[in-house]
């Protein structure tokens, strides 16, 4: 109940419903006291509840009054019953409407107010039974309930998320200066590049799941909820440099609540006051509540059995199937080849004439080596084996048929940046992407084998697009990998063990020598197969 005043008088304070309405629910009832009508207080204010759960068309005098819903202020077994002193519920409210709910109270103190009350009504409640409250076993201690400062959450999202998005905007390279520059005297390819950049990085954005196994009153929900408002609205703003006009993503709030936002916590009051401060933060006149109990639910996070933890034993499956939910993950031997050393029949139909074949020394081995464990550690990918020879690489990865084109392209491109910044054959402020595409060959009429071929033949491998403006920057840019790559799905142990066997002793069949500092680089990324 306290969190349906509390949204109200929020609400008054930023007009999204008429101001001082609870004053002048107070004020009719005052009234009709005074004319004999003694109906209880709280009878009008579970009226006025009612009217903001299915809203109140504009008339006479009577403003319009959105239905914000949201599950706020649905029909409740408990509150719709309950019945307040008149004077009690008279004496808090006018007390909390004399505070200016849109400066004078922050939405991140509700945590504060939470915290302290939880003393509050231990020590009122140890008082009517005479008794004396031990600080060691009350239930702010018991379940650990303490109120997280902003600065401390807004360090862990910007540490975390942060990061998360820094790298995939270097991923996709995405360069503040490209857009800065406009549109105008630039080729349509290049526009409709970046603006794709943008389209991709938006989509990412809402792929995340940032979830708080121990939500409290939400305060590093929120703190995300900011980060991700302010990313989408950089998009807006990059979009608008090369368009020339704001585009905005409408109802961003909306997706990233429904998307992007979890959260779990032992203690019910909690869960409530973090669904609140989600609320008044991205309340918008108009616009309805968010369904939050999808999202933010009550439970054990740390116990799914029912018999330890009793009706608060959380199953993480059950609870949020959508973003736990079991992976169909195969094993899959992944090739690809360095750029213009394979010529396919179709660079031939085109008439596409191969340049110099990029060829790796053993610097360029390491190099790529310690980038790709660096991708796999950071994102936790299963890699059963691993091999790089002269001109093509060679991956043993389990994983999401889907995500194959996403990983391979991350390792493909970021190698190839880092390759070529530290030879110093790319300039950081150029920005421009060193392999062009990431998508997996389609041999037309083959068949899987049960042995593993090599690096992708020159059937198998794409055409070149027509050179872009990137190639044409000259020495700035050099092209690292084919645009696309090979593929094979391992179906059984014995194609799994040869796979194994063939990757690993790739450079031995291509007469190159072995490199130690690549056979200890393997050894911290490699994973088994079992545990793949």
């Known amino acids: 109940m306290l969190d349906r005043f509390l949204f109200i008088l929020f609400a008054e304070d930023r007009l999204l419903v008429p ?38 068309p504009k008339g006479g005098n009577r403003e319009e009054i ?11 077994e408990i509150l719709d019953n309950i019945s307040i002193d008149d004077e009690i519920l008279l004496k808090h409210t006018l007390t909390l409407s004399q505070y200016d709910f849109e400066t004078d109270v922050d939405v991140n103190i509700l945590g504060h107010i939470f915290e302290h009350s939880l003393g509050e009504i231990e020590n009122v409640q140890a008082e009517i039974k005479g008794e004396t409250v031990d600080n060691q076993k009350t239930k702010r201690k018991k379940d650990g309930i303490f109120y997280t400062p902003k600065y401390i959450t807004k360090y862990i999202v910007e540490n975390t998320v942060g990061k998360l998005c820094e790298e995939k905007r270097k991923e996709l390279d995405m360069v503040d ?60 703003d990059l979009r608008a440099q090369i368009f020339g006009s704001g585009l905005v993503f409408s109802d961003i709030t909306t997706d990233i609540l429904e998307k992007n936002i979890y959260g779990v916590d032992l203690n019910e009051e909690s869960v409530e006051i973090a669904k609140l401060s989600l609320w008044l933060r991205t309340a918008q006149k108009g616009r309805k509540l968010n369904k939050l109990n999808n999202n933010i639910k009550c439970g054990n996070s740390l116990i799914d059995d ?7 034993a959380f199953n993480w499956q059950q609870e949020f199937p959508d973003i ?56 936790r990918l299963n890699v059963v084996e691993y091999n790089i020879c002269g001109d093509h690489m060679h991956i043993l990865l389990v994983c999401e048929e889907e995500e194959l084109p996403k990983i391979v392209g991350k390792l493909k491109s970021i190698s190839a940046k880092e390759r070529n910044r530290k030879r110093g ?24 084998s049960s042995v593993p071929g ?38 059984d142990d014995e194609y799994l063990t040869n796979a194994i066997e063939y990757i690993r002793n790739n450079r031995i069949k291509h007469e190159l020598p072995e490199i130690k500092e690549i056979e200890k680089l393997k050894k911290e990324f490699l994973t088994t197969p079992e545990h793949a």
């Open 454 to 491: 090599s690096a992708p033949s020159s059937a198998a491998v794409a055409p070149l697009p027509e050179e872009d403006e990137a190639t044409k920057r000259g020495i700035t840019q050099r092209q690292v990998w084919t645009q696309k790559f090979g593929k094979s799905e391992i179906q």
């Open 324 to 379: 736990f939910q079991e992976k169909e993950k195969k094993a899959w031997h992944i090739t690809t080849a360095t750029h213009n050393s394979r010529y396919s029949q179709r660079m031939f139909d085109n008439h596409v004439v191969l340049g110099e074949a990029e060829w790796f020394d053993a610097e360029d081995e390491i190099i790529i080596t310690q980038t790709v464990r660096d991708i796999v550690i950071a994102d």
């Open 66 to 76: 959105f239905a914000y819903n949201g599950g706020l202020f649905a029909p409740d």
């Open 19 to 56: 101001t001082n309405s609870i004053t002048q629910i107070i004020e009719k009832w005052k009234d009709d006291v005074a004319f004999g009508d003694k109906k209880p207080l709280y009878n009008i204010f579970k009226q006025y509840f009612n009217v903001l759960n299915t809203g109140r």
């Open 425 to 448: 054959y790319t300039s950081e402020a150029i920005g421009t992407a060193a392999t062009r595409g990431h998508a997996p060959l389609t041999v037309a009429g083959s068949a899987p």
């Open 306 to 312: 029912p018999e330890v933890a009793g009706e608060k």
């Open 177 to 236: 200066e490209e857009y800065a520059k406009g549109r105008k005297n630039r080729k349509k390819d290049t526009i409709k590049t970046l603006d794709e950049k943008l389209t991709n990085y938006r989509n990412w954005l809402l792929s995340l799941t940032i979830l708080d196994p121990a939500c409290g009153s939400g305060a590093f929900l929120n703190q995300a909820l900011d980060f991700l408002i302010t990313e989408h609205r950089k998009i807006d």
